[in-house]
């Protein structure tokens, strides 16, 4: 055998070994046995979860090899793609270009399917175009959720076990139309823990899918507020259990407590910060 085929055949089994690494990473993913989702906030598979209560770790963390491509970065593609094809499909009156603006879509219906494994490529594209609007209607934008970050004389911070996965997070829910934002985090706060607030300040705005706390665009608000009334009494559909819990022993399983915990008792402690917000990146498609 010649210098160059052994050298041929040498990059083609790289080039599989590749591929099976990534397979197997892939299906570590989809296999996780951590919650799939928040209540109207569906958390991605390899979400990282970081625990600061008893008996957890601190944070855990995944690594992965510089070339890896992960099922947030794959899911983050999909929607940016598929939001780019429906807001021109909203916008443009040629033929040829609706034509184009679907198939980037099938693509990504594609590209989500290969990072969730239930979703349906056929089923996403028929879903997707159900959404077009025409003109501004159709310009797609990423949804908007809103929180409360409250705490008690102790120093302690309110959280909420979702009723449907289990994850413990703050009060938070999706806006609605009618309420400003702040308006929005008194409104949750009392319908998921009957707890009475006052805003007092916007403290962090998170771009949630990110994050991997959503699987469609989201950017998240979070307020801090004051308690002012009310008695602990969590929503009987949406919540398992509420409480207040002390830095040093917040429950498990804690969605994305390694990002926002300390922006949070930086708030309820007194501290007085500049908003928290998600650092731009280069380029902005990649991961962290």
Known sequence: MSVDREAELADEALVEDRVDDRAVRGSSLGSSPEPSALRGLDLVPGLVLAGFGHGSPSVVAVTEPPHAVSASDLLRWAETLSGVARTGLGFTQSLYEKERFEEVLKVAADIRAAALEEAEADVLIEEWLSTVGEGVSGYVTPKIAVAGIVGNEAGEILLTQRADSGVWLYPVGWADVGYSPSEIAIKEVYEETGIEVEVQSLIAVFDGLRLGFARLGMYSLLFHCNMI?????????????????????????LAGGARWVDTAFAAIDGETRPVDFDLPRTPPWRGD
Not at 229 to 253: I, K, M, S, Y
Request: aromatic residues 12%; charged residues 20%; hydrophobic residues 40%.
């Open 229 to 253: 009334g009310g008695e602990l009494q969590g929503h009987p559909l949406e919540t398992r259990a509420v409480g207040f819990f002390a830095r040093d022993a917040l429950p498990w399983p």
